[in-house]
T-cell receptor, first 110, second 118 residues
C-alpha cells in the first residue's frame, strides 16, 4: 500500500475554503485516493475518492495532480462543524483494507 | 437506510477475560472490515470479511479473531485480554461489487465499541 504524507495540523477561517494537501509519491496506477474525516471519538466518515480525474461531491472537491503523486482536498466553505482529523488514504481498489496515517487536524476558527 | 451498527457501544473487561463485539453492516453490504484505534497507534486494520470468508488480515496476534455470518453480520473476538487492548473498535461495511474490476468504493464506518480493559 502506498504511503501518504500529510501536514499534522492546519487552521482555516470559517467561511473560507480549506485546502488539505496530501503526498502519495509511490502510488501505483490502480490505486485510488480516498479521504475520510473523523470527528472526535466518532467513526470515520467517508468524504470522497478518485483515481485520476478531479472529483466533486456535495461535501468536497478532490484535485489529483497529473502525475498522481499528490492531491488536495478542498472544503469550499468551511464551517465550525468541519473541525476534524482528515485522513488521506491510498488503497488498491480490490481490497477493504485501509491504511490510515496520522492525518491532518483541521481547526476551523470563527 | 440504517447505518452500520455496533454493539455494545461501551464495554469494561478485566485482564485475561475474552470479549465478543458485534457489527451489523448496512443492508445489502457484503464486506465488513474491522479496525482498532488507540491514541498511540492510531487506526489500524484488523481484518476484512467478504461473503463469510476472511479476505485480508492485519498484523495482530492470534488472540484477535473474527467471523462473518451468512447475513453479513460480523463478530470479532479478543481472547486473553491485555491492558493494551483498550481501544475503540470500529467496523466498516461496503458493497464491493466492483471488487473484480478493481473499482473504487467507499466504506461506511459504525460508531465503534469502546473497550476498556482493567
Amino acid at each position: 500500500d502506498a504511503k501518504t504524507t500529510q501536514p499534522t495540523s492546519m487552521d482555516c477561517a470559517e467561511g473560507r475554503a480549506a485546502n488539505l494537501p496530501c503526498n502519495h509519491s509511490t502510488i501505483s496506477g490502480n490505486e485510488y485516493v480516498y479521504w475520510y474525516r473523523q470527528i472526535h471519538s466518532q467513526g470515520p466518515q467517508y468524504i470522497i475518492h478518485g483515481l485520476k480525474n478531479n472529483e466533486t461531491n456535495e461535501m468536497a472537491s478532490l484535485i489529483i495532480t497529473e502525475d498522481r503523486k499528490s492531491s488536495t482536498l478542498i472544503l469550499p466553505h468551511a464551517t465550525l462543524r468541519d473541525t476534524a482529523v482528515y485522513y488521506c488514504i491510498v488503497r488498491y481498489g480490490n481490497t477493504g483494507k485501509l491504511i490510515f496515517g496520522q492525518g491532518t487536524t483541521l481547526q476551523v476558527k470563527p | 437506510k440504517a447505518g452500520v451498527t455496533q454493539t455494545p457501544r461501551y464495554l469494561i473487561k478485566t485482564r485475561g477475560q475474552q470479549v465478543t463485539l458485534s457489527c451489523s453492516p448496512i443492508s445489502g453490504h457484503r464486506s465488513v472490515s474491522w479496525y482498532q484505534q488507540t491514541p498511540g497507534q492510531g487506526l489500524q486494520f484488523l481484518f476484512e470479511y467478504f461473503s463469510e470468508t476472511q479476505r485480508n488480515k492485519g498484523n495482530f496476534p492470534g488472540r484477535f479473531s473474527g467471523r462473518q455470518f451468512s447475513n453479513s453480520r460480523s463478530e470479532m473476538n479478543v481472547s486473553t485480554l491485555e491492558l493494551g487492548d483498550s481501544a475503540l473498535y470500529l467496523c466498516a461495511s461496503s458493497f464491493p461489487e466492483a471488487y473484480s474490476a478493481g473499482g473504487g468504493y467507499e466504506q461506511f464506518f459504525g460508531p465503534g465499541t469502546r473497550l476498556t480493559v482493567l
